[in-house]
């Protein structure tokens, strides 16, 4: 029985999770679920996951939620090549679970509710941005783009995790793509050595990565248009 990814690439961890197995040549089924339309809250899906978040497997009858563990299982069990999420040497793995991590409430957090406040939120609850909401993601997306850039990058470190791409790579490149859906990749570009990063990165996950990231285009697109004003102080 085929691999079936459940997935929107709408979402981050979705588009992590499409470009690995993409990346890795591991057949998997395509099974979308529209997060505008509420699909993940359907009865239908939530027997599949009553946790109503994306992405998830199946992997023969073997349910599996929450992104980072996906990608080490299949990481895993397919047999990649060690660079992803190396077996054997403990030093090297634990260099990535480190990132792994710490993502969840930095890079994750900051990055992502930027973007929700400005782009998502308002228009759901058809209200104007909450600025003070903003300015207090920015400030977290400033902090975080200088710690990776002096912990994770420190010592001329090409990747998040050492000398070669790892699953810490794609996880954090597709959070930062999602200030670019907002127009708010300042913070990244005027980080030199995190900016430098970002595009050694991107190639490498390309064609997949450019196909993963058409919605976050489309939003960029879509925000240019209208762009919500900040009031002068």
């Known amino acids: ?34 997060l505008r339309n509420g699909e993940h809250r359907s009865a239908d899906f939530k027997k599949i996951s009553p946790i109503s978040l994306v992405p998830v497997i199946d992997d023969d009858g073997f ?18 090549p060690d660079h992803w999420y190396p077996r054997t040497d403990l030093k090297a793995q634990a260099r990535i ?27 759901l609850r058809n209200k ?25 990058l420190k010592d001329n470190r090409p990747y998040l995790a050492g000398d070669d791409i790892s699953l810490a790579d794609l996880v954090g490149i597709c959070e930062v793509m999602q200030l670019y859906a907002c127009c708010e990749e300042r913070f990244v570009e005027s980080n030199l050595n ?8 991107k190639p490498q996950l ?15 697109e879509h925000f240019l248009k209208t762009p919500p004003v900040q009031p002068k102080l």
């Open 128 to 152: 104007p941005v909450d600025w003070k909401q903003v300015e207090k993601f920015r400030k977290g997306t400033e902090v975080t783009v200088n710690q990776i850039d002096q912990y994770f």
């Open 1 to 34: 029985m085929a691999l079936k990814l459940y997935y929107d690439f709408m979402s981050q961890p979705c588009r992590a999770a499409f470009i690995f197995l993409k990346l890795n040549k591991i057949p998997f089924e395509h099974k979308r679920v529209a």
């Open 194 to 201: 995190v900016n430098s990063w970002l595009e050694r990165v």
């Open 97 to 123: 679970d480190e990132y792994l991590n710490y993502q969840h409430f930095s890079t994750r957090l900051n990055m992502a509710m930027l973007f929700q406040n400005l782009a998502i939120l308002p228009r």
């Open 206 to 220: 390309d064609p997949y990565f450019d196909e993963s990231n058409v919605m976050v285009n489309k939003v960029r």
């Open 63 to 80: 349910i599996l939620t929450e992104s980072v563990a996906i990608l080490k299982y299949l990481a895993l069990k397919h047999n990649v």
